[in-house]
């Protein structure tokens, strides 16, 4: 997507990013509060991930804090968001929430700059970034990775559907244009899970609140 190149493009998809996160964040919020109600503590778990309290910056102004200081190439915030759907996909017992969402947003962009950049900032900077220590920083990582079943790789077709999905939502209120179609509507629903195939030829629409 060579418009990621664009410095108009990318805040776009911050931004759009960002609100995403903060919706599935919110209606998984809702979901716990009401598991814990029904006393069905078992369908979540918490992770290292989780925070004792919810961190005081939002998720844009966090991920805007990430954009700025990572230096990492625009296509790692992508690669970032394929981490993060694979990852819940794998996990649902740990659903993305206000109390995870930063720690997996901070590390999902570290570990996509290390797969995809020649050329990276270490876990002690990523920290900083981040705001947490260097050892929860390596933990996060370890975790994120073992999360994902050390899944990085990600074919050329499914970063395009990726992208395809990102700027098909962020133009859905501006005249329409010649796009990828997509079956994914955020519209549908406000949990993100976003489901691919192991081949990266297809994908299917699995969306619960």
């Given at each position: ?64 804090r990430i954009f700025k200081y990572a230096n990492c190439s625009p296509s790692c915030f992508v690669i970032a968001y394929v981490y993060l759907d694979r990852f819940a996909q794998k996990q649902p017992s740990l659903p993305i929430n206000s109390f995870n969402v930063h720690r997996l947003l901070i590390t999902s962009v570290m570990v996509a700059a290390k797969f995809m950049d020649d ?91």
């Amino acid at each position: 997507m060579g418009e990621l190149e664009n410095p108009e493009v990318m805040p776009r998809v911050i931004n759009f990013l960002s609100t995403l996160l903060e919706r599935v964040a919110e209606s998984n919020d809702m979901n716990r509060h009401f598991d814990s109600l029904s006393a069905s503590s078992s369908s979540s778990k918490v992770s290292v991930f989780h925070g004792l309290t919810r961190p005081n910056i939002t998720i844009q102004s966090y991920l805007e804090r990430i954009f700025k200081y990572a230096n990492c190439s625009p296509s790692c915030f992508v690669i970032a968001y394929v981490y993060l759907d694979r990852f819940a996909q794998k996990q649902p017992s740990l659903p993305i929430n206000s109390f995870n969402v930063h720690r997996l947003l901070i590390t999902s962009v570290m570990v996509a700059a290390k797969f995809m950049d020649d050329l990276y900032y270490n876990n002690a900077y990523y920290a900083k970034v981040g705001g947490i220590s260097t050892i929860e920083m390596n933990y996060l990582e370890v975790d994120f990775l073992f999360g994902l079943s050390f899944h990085l790789n990600v074919t050329p077709n499914t970063f395009h559907t990726y992208c395809s999905y990102l700027q098909r939502e962020m133009l859905m209120e501006s005249p329409p244009l010649n796009l990828a179609e997509s079956s994914l509507s955020l519209s549908r629903s406000l949990k993100l899970h976003c489901c691919f195939n192991d081949d990266d030829s297809t994908h299917q629409q699995q969306l619960t609140v």
